[in-house]
């Protein structure tokens, strides 16, 4: 069993800058790949971008390609999610996401955390 826990969430004017976190307790994290999804109220969870095994893979959803950027550390089972030029559309629930094999940008993942609220004012 992972546990992943999810810190960094907040509250940021229009523009601004978070960054999450996203802490696993395994000590076999570098086997799985991982993601951030977001779900905003009345909506859907929606793939936002996700990472390789070894960080050298990158994915991204349109809506938030150049602004967002995911890492991870391997040696601290953490991974991140760098978000600039926060805009309201990207208030929602984050929750990162953990899966053994390739990054899906379906939410087929074995492992959820319980998600950090970022809300994003105009």
């Known amino acids: 069993q992972v546990q992943l826990v999810e810190s960094g969430g907040g509250l940021v004017q229009a523009g601004g800058s978070l960054r999450l976190s996203c802490a696993a307790s395994?000590?076999?994290?570098?086997?799985?790949?991982m993601a951030w999804f977001r779900q905003a109220p009345g909506k859907e969870r929606e793939f936002v971008t996700g990472?390789?095994?070894?960080?050298?893979?990158?994915y991204y959803a349109d809506s938030v390609k150049g602004r967002f950027t995911i890492s991870r550390d391997n040696a601290k089972n953490t991974m991140y999610l760098q978000m600039n030029s926060l805009q309201p559309e990207d208030t929602a629930v984050y929750y990162c996401?953990?899966?053994?094999?390739?990054?899906?940008?379906?939410?087929?993942?074995?492992?959820w955390g319980q998600g950090t609220q970022v809300t994003v004012s105009s």
């Open positions: 395994t000590r076999t994290f570098m086997n799985f790949a």
């Open positions: 996401a953990a899966k053994r094999g390739i990054v899906a940008r379906s939410p087929r993942y074995d492992y």
């Open positions: 990472i390789s095994l070894s960080g050298g893979s990158t």
